[in-house]
């Protein structure tokens, strides 16, 4: 069973939708079905780690200073943009 590498979530879905339209065309023997399901199954956990990992940081970026989730009266977490520390006669991009 091979391994997948060290892919980008883009790279990895795109290999994940290429082994389901493989997979859905039913031209394959069985041992070639279940070699691209372990491997799309790798794929899938990759993909979804790299999903939570993503969450867990936009979840940090939403928090106040107590910890706390900051949301509106939905209970939609609330965006704001970062504050920009930025002089008006400073000359630096960033």
Known sequence: MKK???HSFETALKQLEEIVQRLEKG???LEESLKLYEEGIQLSRLCHGKLEEAEGKI???LKD?????????DGTP???????HKKEDD???F
């Open 78 to 84: 609330k965006t704001q943009p970062f504050p920009s």
């Open 91 to 93: 000359d630096v991009p």
């Open 4 to 6: 997948p590498e060290a």
């Open 65 to 73: 200073a107590k910890g706390d989730v900051v949301a509106d009266a």
């Open 59 to 61: 979840e940090i970026l």
């Open 27 to 29: 031209e394959l023997s």
